[in-house]
């Protein structure tokens, strides 16, 4: 799969800093998956929703910064998310990644209520060849960012999954971070 070349040089950025980014360091065994459908053929991303949450935005793409940190929609337009496009587009077999803000601009984010998304609250994502990947909420996590969990979030999995994320728990005004990231696992449903 795409996603296991990269996963040993994976890093990524603070969420909703212009400040440093913060290495991935742990690697824990990735969960495992309810899912083992086919999954979709590829497509890029349009836009999520997130029903339960209010979360309404279009997908630009994110790629890596030449530090190997994964780049982050613009701080200066917290209400921006985007799709990590070195990995599957939603609804192919394997984790999509989809990372927003929890603030920026002295505004509330995109991902600002993320972390009270519940198992079964449903996701879609429209994508550019019409269809919508709808996914089904798994687990919602909260860890620090020193302690990533790279594969369960990157690594390979059997069926198309997502993973929503964001920064979350208390803000280091000297890092200009957050300390934690709260991820969201998600399996398609349809």
Same mark, same amino acid.
């Given at each position: 799969?795409?996603?296991?070349?990269?996963?040993?040089?994976?890093? *990524?950025?603070?969420?909703?800093?212009?400040?440093?980014?913060?290495?991935?360091?742990?690697?824990?065994?990735?969960?495992?998956?309810?899912?083992?459908?086919?999954?979709?053929?590829?497509? =890029?991303?349009?836009?999520?929703?997130?029903?339960?949450?209010?979360?309404?935005?279009?997908?630009?793409?994110?790629?890596?910064?030449?530090?190997?940190?994964?780049?982050?929609?613009?701080? =200066?337009?917290?209400?921006?998310?985007?799709?990590?496009?070195? @990995?599957?587009?939603?609804?192919?077999?394997?984790?999509?990644?989809?990372?927003? #803000?929890?603030?920026?601009?002295?505004?509330?984010?995109?991902?600002?209520?993320? #972390? =009270? *998304?519940?198992?079964?609250?449903?996701?879609?994502?429209?994508?550019?060849?019409?269809?919508?990947?709808?996914?089904?909420?798994?687990?919602?996590?909260?860890?620090?960012?020193?302690?990533?969990?790279?594969?369960?979030?990157? @690594?390979?999995?059997?069926?198309? =999954?997502?993973?929503?994320?964001?920064?979350?728990?208390?803000?280091? #005004?000297?890092? #200009?971070?957050?300390?934690?990231?709260?991820?969201?696992?998600?399996?398609?449903?349809?």
């Amino acid at each position: 799969m795409k996603t296991a070349v990269l996963l040993g040089a994976l890093l *990524l950025a603070g969420c909703a800093s212009a400040g440093p980014s913060t290495t991935i360091s742990a690697t824990p065994p990735p969960t495992a998956t309810t899912s083992t459908a086919a999954g979709m053929p590829a497509s =890029e991303p349009v836009s999520v929703e997130v029903p339960r949450i209010g979360v309404s935005s279009t997908l630009i793409p994110l790629g890596l910064n030449a530090d190997r940190t994964i780049q982050v929609p613009p701080v =200066e337009t917290p209400m921006q998310a985007g799709w990590y496009d070195k @990995g599957p587009t939603p609804g192919e077999v394997g984790p999509a990644v989809i990372l927003g #803000h929890v603030d920026g601009d002295k505004a509330a984010g995109v991902f600002f209520r993320l #972390h =009270e *998304l519940v198992a079964g609250d449903q996701i879609q994502v429209v994508r550019k060849d019409g269809t919508t990947a709808k996914f089904a909420v798994r687990r919602v996590d909260r860890v620090p960012k020193d302690a990533f969990p790279t594969q369960a979030v990157y @690594g390979d999995t059997t069926g198309p =999954e997502l993973r929503l994320i964001t920064c979350g728990g208390v803000f280091d #005004h000297a890092a #200009h971070s957050y300390v934690d990231n709260i991820i969201v696992y998600a399996t398609l449903v349809a």
